[in-house]
């Protein structure tokens, strides 16, 4: 099992961008992410987000790859990695939100 995570700006980009990789190949999106980063407490600094998608490697690969296309065409992509085959641990891990207690299934 594949883990695909896409980090972009902003809670409205992260779900077109899950909605894309979700229809771009046979991916389950596990868990949309957010993260603070240093500078959070000034105003100006936008929300970060991370789309997480676990699936085959070639159906990640490819889901990854059309979530990245749609944050680049919105100029809100931050970067993105593909872990081909995750540990139990991380499996467990990338399932974990800071969105709240609820999860996706």
């Known amino acids: 099992m ?3 995570m896409i980090e972009v700006y902003g809670f409205a980009t992260s779900i077109v961008v899950a909605d894309k990789a979700a229809k771009a190949a046979d991916v389950k999106i596990v868990a949309i992410d957010k993260n603070k980063p240093a500078n ?3 105003a100006e600094v936008p929300l970060v987000m991370v ?3 676990e699936g085959d490697v070639a159906a990640v690969e490819a889901a990854v790859e059309a979530g990245v296309a749609e944050a680049k065409l919105r100029g809100l992509y931050i970067t993105s990695r593909i872990i081909s085959r995750q540990s139990e641990d991380i499996e467990w891990f ?4 800071a969105l709240g207690k609820d ?3």
């Not at 990338?94 to 939100?97: E, F, H, I, K, M």
């Open 40 to 42: 959070a407490d000034k």
């Open 94 to 97: 990338a399932r974990l939100s």
């Open 2 to 4: 594949a883990l695909g």
């Open 103 to 105: 999860k996706l299934r």
């Open 51 to 53: 789309v997480k998608c």
